[in-house]
Each structure stands twice: as C-alpha cells, then as structure tokens.
C-alpha cells in the first residue's frame, strides 16, 4: 500500500509524491514564545517527529523546518508586564520550549528559525508584493490586498467578504477592505525599541503572516511539499500564507496541508490566551507536566489517537495510557529475564534471525510478520499512528502468549529463547519509528525509595513464607494492602516482583 496523506486543501485522501524525487520539505508553525509553552504546543512537534521519521523510514530525505514566532503583538504586552526586554523573554520561554521537546524525544528538527533574524527576507517579500500591486502602503503599515489573489479562501473554504472574522491583527484605520492583512506595522511611540526594524515604510516590525511565508521560502524553497500545524490555523493564518505567498512567487506554495487536531481538557481546547483557561495552565505548562509524567508517556499519549482527531488532555487519560506502556515495559523486563540480555541494548529481530530461527515455530514468526505488516498499513493510511500503536499492542499480546506456552522462563530450549528476542526487537524496531521505547524508562527516584526497595523485599520474603506453610489468607492480605497502596506483585517463575501502578 502506497502512503495517502489527507490534504486539507482539496479535503481528501491523496497519494504522496514528492515534488523532488527522494526529497521531502516540510514547514511546520511552532509556538508564539511570550508565556510558557504547554501541552498543545507539543502535540505538533511529536506528530511531525513521527511523520519524518516515517518519511525516512521509505527512505526518503527529510528537511524539517519549524519556526519561532518571538516578534508579535503578545510578546510586547507580556515584556511590559513583566518588566523585561522583549527578547529576553523570548529567549526564556525558547529555551524551556527546546528542553522540553528534547524530553518528548523530538529529534528531526533540522532548522529552527525565529522571525526577528529573517527582517530582510520580510522586507523583500513585502517590496515584491508591492511591485505586483498586491499590497499597499498606509501610513508606514504594509497592507496585502486580498482582491488581488482570485483563489483566496480555498484553504478555509470561505467566501472573501467573510474574511473579517478571526482576524489576529486589529483592523487598521486605513485598510482599503476589512480582510486586508498587515505585512508589515508601523512602530508605535510606547513600542520597546528591540522590535522596531528599519523597513522603507519607516520604523516597525512583521506581521504575523509574512513572518512563516520567508523563514519557510529560505529553508525550503518558493514551493516544498508539507506544511503543518493545528487546525486552528487554517484560517486566517494559513489561509493568508497561501495568499501572499502564491501572490509573490507566482507558483503553488505548499502541496499538502496537514493539520492537527486541538488538545482539549475536559473537552474545552487548551489555549495560552483563553481567561477561563487561566487557573488551569500552570498544571498544562510543559515544564510542570514532564516533572509528573516521563518525555515517553506524554509522546505515547499523543500518539496514541490519530492526529486529524481531538486530543483530550485529563489525568484519567494519562493513567489509562501509563498502564498501557507498562504493559510494554513488563514484557521488555520479562525478555530480559529469558535472554538475559537488557532489550534496550539491542539485537536481531526476526527479520534479520532468518527462517531458521523460526523452525518448528512458523506460525508465531508468520503472526508476528502480519502485525508488521499492518502496522505499516497503518502509517500509509495518513500516519494513522493511533492505530499502529494498536497493532503494536497485537503484537505485544502475541509474544507474551508464545512466551507463556514455550515457558519461555524455564525452558532450556535456546531456539525458544533466541525467537522470543528477536520478536521483542521486531516490536522495538517498529516502534521506533514512532519514537517510542528507544531508552529504558527513567523511573522516578525521591529520598527513602532505598527504604522502601528493602522493605518490599522483606514484605515479599514474609509473603513466601506464608504461602510456603499454606497460610494463604497471610499471603493474600499482603498482595491485597500493597495494591490498595498502588503497588503490584507479580509471581513468575523465578520469583516474585513488584511495580508502582501507574
């Protein structure tokens, strides 16, 4: 199956061709950088990571660029307040952003540019723009004439006299129609001199548009293959990109949109700029989530529904998806108790075991074959990560049965023990391409768990013991008291183990 990626341009399923053979360029709009960036500023970054990865996977040769918006309206008014420069406080919130998206394991960024070091590309865009009478100048602003652009409203789908709806710029005194938009705004006397560029016009700095339409050219060319972001960019921010873009360059500007579904908590959609969103953002803010959570559980949990959908951010969620990567890091642990070999460390997977190691064992390794199979049924389906991720599970469950009727802990029989390895590394290798399970997990640490290592094991001693002399009702209390605290014991052939639950 050939990969088909839904474009939200012609609102369909197509074939992905690359416009240059081998290559792929990819823009995708990052975050506005004037508070801490949160949950919903990660969603993007993770699901352009796997489709990159993806990407390179069938061996195509990405370039990924995603910008920095640190020259905007928000960033003014948040530096005011805090009593700061405003590149100061873009810096600062930069730097959070980039350590937590290392967290997240997001990788393939290979350009991240920031609107305040692209002042000349503006400029010359905005210039050509006004060459072709597409934009105008009033009174030291730079305008984009909508009417100039026929097909304008084909991303949105929305009429041109609808324009004026949602509009992020204020709508200026001198606009020759409601939906023209800024490419350029005259400085403002109580403006911080840091954003006031010299431009022909006079003093000012870009606006938010013409910002994504040079930092995209410059890294990817006049036209590149995908361009990304959340949904609630299509319109105006997306739709006016296309405009000025195609307007100045004369060819078409992206060939597939992509966008993302909105991450909604308690079903409202999470936003920096939301009042009634306030008092929840401290808890959602990056930085906090990944001092509760690991970098691995928020990246599964966003993988974990396919990216065009919602995505409903509450602590049931989170503990529903904890559970369900444990059940991978308990069959890793076990792996490594059969082959005594850490799975993180690496080895062959079927594939590269060869049918002689399958011998007398065809059916689970032809079992195992079919779940990679779908899996990338999946991913060629629109990267339907939710749904390899549940093939992955399949997976899981069939290497964990095969395991239970080799007695694959107790067997002598290293044929048993030699596929069960590399069936393990069959299922590292696929979901690595979604980033996942490349490291073993860091298990949070904090004073006592030294005390409380020892105690478990004397609680696990007593516990055999009883079972040993058939005090049963003993044994049962204690599995009972520890669960009810959040800890779980696991009988095994060679033993007992506990867990934390979630």
């Not at 490349?438 to 004397?458: K, S, Y």
């Given at each position: 199956m050939a990969l088909r990626v839904y474009n939200s341009l012609t609102q369909r399923k197509e074939p992905f061709e690359p416009l240059v053979p081998g290559r792929v360029?990819?823009?995708?709009?990052?975050?506005?950088?004037?508070?801490?960036?949160?949950?919903?500023?990660?969603?993007?970054?993770?699901?352009?990571?796997?489709?990159?990865?993806?990407?390179?996977?069938k061996?195509?040769?990405?370039?990924?660029?995603?910008?920095?918006?640190?020259?905007?309206?928000?960033?003014?008014?948040?530096?005011?307040?805090?009593?700061?420069?405003?590149?100061?406080?873009?810096?600062?919130?930069?730097?959070?952003?980039?350590?937590?998206?290392?967290?997240?394991?997001?990788?393939?960024?290979?350009?991240?540019?920031?609107?305040?070091?692209h002042i000349p590309e503006i400029i010359d865009i905005c210039r050509r723009l006004i060459d072709r009478k597409a934009a105008y100048v009033s009174g030291?602003?730079?305008?984009?004439?909508?009417?100039?652009?026929?097909?304008?409203?084909?991303?949105?789908?929305?009429?041109?006299?609808?324009?004026?709806?949602?509009?992020?710029?204020?709508?200026?005194?001198?606009?020759?129609?409601?939906?023209?938009?800024?490419?350029?705004?005259?400085?403002?006397?109580?403006?911080?001199?840091?954003?006031?560029?010299?431009?022909?016009?006079?003093?000012?700095?870009?606006?938010?548009?013409?910002?994504?339409?040079?930092?995209?050219?410059?890294?990817?060319?006049?036209?590149?293959?995908?361009?990304?972001?959340?949904?609630d960019l299509i319109f105006p921010h997306h739709e006016n990109e296309i405009a000025q873009s195609e307007t100045c360059f004369g060819r078409p500007f992206a060939r597939y949109w992509m966008h993302n579904g909105l991450t909604r908590f308690n079903t409202k959609k999470i936003s920096k700029s939301d009042p009634e969103m306030a008092r929840l953002m401290e808890q959602l803010v990056l930085a906090r989530l990944l001092e509760k959570h690991s970098g691995e559980l928020l990246r599964f949990f966003v993988l974990a529904t396919h990216y065009r959908r919602p995505i409903d951010f509450s602590d049931e969620e989170m503990a529903a998806k904890q559970k369900g990567l444990e059940s991978f890091y308990r069959l890793f642990e076990r792996a490594a108790r059969i082959g005594g070999r850490d799975p993180y460390a690496g080895g062959e997977?079927?594939?590269?075991?060869?049918?002689?190691?399958?011998?007398?064992?065809?059916?689970f390794a032809g079992a195992c074959a079919d779940h990679g199979r779908r899996f990338f049924e999946q991913m060629d389906d629109d990267f339907n990560t939710g749904g390899a991720i549940g093939v992955l599970f399949e997976l899981a469950t069939t290497i964990n049965r095969f395991m239970d009727e080799q007695r694959a802990e107790t067997t002598s029989d290293q044929a048993v023990r030699r596929l069960a390895a590399a069936a393990v590394q069959t299922l590292r290798a696929l979901a690595g391409i979604l980033g996942l399970f490349?490291?073993?997990?860091?298990?949070?640490?904090?004073?006592?768990?030294?005390?409380?290592?020892?105690?478990?094991?004397?609680l696990i001693a007593v516990r055999a013991e009883a079972r040993k002399t058939r005090q049963f009702a003993l044994s049962d209390m204690i599995r009972d008291r520890l669960a009810g605290h959040g800890i779980r014991l696991e009988d095994r052939p060679d033993g007992t183990v506990w867990r934390r639950e979630g």
């Open positions: 360029g990819m823009y995708v709009c990052g975050p506005t950088v004037y508070k801490p960036s949160h949950i919903g500023h990660a969603v993007g970054p993770i699901i352009f990571d796997a489709v990159k990865r993806y990407l390179r996977h061996g195509l040769a990405v370039t990924w660029v995603l910008n920095i918006t640190d020259v905007d309206d928000k960033l003014i008014v948040e530096a005011a307040a805090r009593g700061c420069r405003v590149d100061e406080l873009a810096q600062r919130m930069t730097d959070g952003y980039l350590e937590a998206l290392k967290a997240l394991n997001v990788t393939g960024i290979d350009h991240m540019p920031r609107a305040s070091e030291g602003d730079v305008y984009f004439d909508i009417s100039a652009d026929p097909d304008y409203g084909k991303l949105s789908h929305r009429r041109a006299e609808d324009q004026q709806a949602g509009l992020r710029e204020l709508a200026g005194q001198e606009k020759r129609r409601a939906g023209d938009f800024a490419l350029w705004k005259a400085a403002k006397p109580d403006e911080p001199p840091e954003v006031q560029f010299d431009s022909p016009w006079g003093k000012g700095r870009p606006g938010w548009h013409i910002e994504c339409t040079a930092m995209s050219v410059k890294y990817l060319g006049e036209s590149f293959d995908i361009h990304g972001g959340g949904m997977t079927l594939e590269q075991a060869g049918p002689a190691a399958a011998a007398g064992f065809e059916s490349e490291r073993p997990p860091a298990r949070p640490t904090a004073p006592g768990d030294a005390l409380v290592g020892d105690l478990m094991e004397l």
